[in-house]
Structure formats: structure tokens, C-alpha cells
């Protein structure tokens, strides 16, 4: 079974500082991750997935992740926070692109600091 | 991608009663998903819905608590039954294909 870790529940960055949110995977088969963002109040937004194309992905907002296997890692990042990314993250995995359950880590919570 | 149409956004209820929930997709898809995000909590997995076939739940939900509907390739709908305040969260749906997956809004709901 497949399952992602997100280490840190609450990250608190400077406005116009980096950003890094991690994401562990367990999964027997390659994975296909998935970032989400959930601002308050809202529903899911997708920020970027990795389908096993290129290993480093981009995504919208300026965000991106890069995908290692050997690390078994696929960490969000952000090279300058702004105000507005302050929201709840999602790291999820499935096995079966499209096809199959999403499953989700628990969230970490970025908070900006002005 | 897929647009979907989520309805009620948001509902409170009073305990020992039902809310069905619906979801509307813009086109047809195979699969579509029912989660689970209760108040400051990741999204779980109730069950997955198949056209033309009983839905599939996750450990942890039942069917006589949680009945899925699924009578066509656009639309499903998911009753929370006899409510009780534990229940009070955010239902979503989902949908998978060639984009990857796509939420409904959301449901909102708060249980009395």
C-alpha cells in the first residue's frame, strides 16, 4: 500500500523567504504525487503532480517540486513566500494515474510572516 | 479537466436526521471518490463510486451509514445518515482521468 508523510505540521516562513514543504512516499510500484493547496474555507486547489515525466516540476504560483527516488521524497518549494500562500498543504500518492483512490498525508499548515 | 458541481456547500443539521449530498461532473467519468475532511484533518477516503456497481467503501465506513449513488456517468450522490455531531465536516468529491483529479467544492456540514 502507498502512503505519503509531511513532515511538520505547521511551517511558519518570512514574506520573501523560501518556502519548503516535505513530502515523503511509501509505495511499492512507482508513484504518481500530487500537491494540493487548501486555502481557508475553500476546496482543493491543485499545485503540481509528477506523473514519472520530468523529475522536477513546476507548478502555478510560482511553486515546484522536485521528485528523487532515492531519497523517496517529493518536497514543495517556493523560492519567495507571499502573503497570499499562506493555507493548508497536501501531499497525496496513488499507484494507478486516474484510476485509483488519491491518498493523502496530513496537511501542513504555512503560515507567512509579514 | 473535469468541472464539478457540488451541492449543498454547506448545511446544519440536527442529529438523528439525514443530508444527501450531490455531485454533478461535466462530463463522463468511471470513478468518482467521496472524502471525509473532519475539522483541522486530512481528507480520508470513504468509498469509491462505479457506475453500475455498489460502491466500494474504505475500513471504518459502512454503507448503511454512508449510502453512495452513482446512476450515471456524471452523477453521484452521497446520504450521511442518522447524523450525530461526530459528522460534522467537510464532505468532498472527486473525480480522476487523464489530467489527474479534481474536487468539488465541498460540503460543509454541522451537526447539532
Known amino acids: 500500500a502507498q502512503s505519503v508523510t509531511q513532515l511538520g505540521s505547521h511551517v511558519s516562513v518570512s514574506e520573501g523567504a523560501l518556502v519548503l514543504l516535505r513530502c515523503n512516499y511509501s509505495?511499492?510500484?512507482?508513484?504518481?504525487l500530487f500537491w494540493y493547496v487548501q486555502y481557508p474555507n475553500q476546496g482543493l486547489q491543485l499545485l503540481l503532480k509528477y506523473t514519472s515525466a520530468a523529475t522536477l516540476v513546476k507548478g502555478i504560483n510560482g511553486f515546484e517540486a522536485e521528485f528523487k527516488k532515492s531519497e523517496t521524497s517529493f518536497h514543495l518549494t517556493k523560492p519567495s513566500a507571499h502573503m497570499s500562500d499562506a493555507a493548508e498543504y497536501f501531499c497525496?500518492?496513488?499507484?494507478?494515474?486516474?484510476?485509483?483512490?488519491?491518498?493523502f498525508g496530513t496537511g501542513t499548515r504555512l503560515t507567512i510572516i509579514p | 479537466s473535469a468541472v464539478i458541481s457540488q451541492k449543498p456547500s454547506r448545511d446544519i443539521c440536527q442529529r438523528g436526521t439525514s443530508l444527501t449530498i450531490q455531485c454533478q461532473v461535466d462530463s463522463q467519468v468511471t470513478m468518482m471518490f467521496w472524502y471525509r475532511q473532519q475539522p483541522g484533518q486530512s481528507l480520508t477516503l470513504i468509498a469509491t463510486a462505479n457506475q453500475g456497481s455498489e460502491a466500494t467503501y474504505e475500513s471504518g465506513f459502512v454503507i448503511d451509514k454512508f449510502p453512495i449513488s452513482r446512476p450515471n456517468l456524471t452523477f453521484s450522490t452521497l446520504t450521511v445518515s442518522n447524523m450525530s455531531p461526530e459528522d460534522s465536516s467537510i464532505y468532498l468529491c472527486s473525480v480522476g482521468g487523464y489530467y489527474g483529479y479534481t474536487f468539488g467544492s465541498g460540503t460543509r456540514l454541522t451537526v447539532v
Open positions: 497525496a500518492v496513488t499507484f494507478s494515474f486516474g484510476n485509483e483512490k488519491l491518498t
Open positions: 509505495s511499492s510500484v512507482p508513484p504518481y
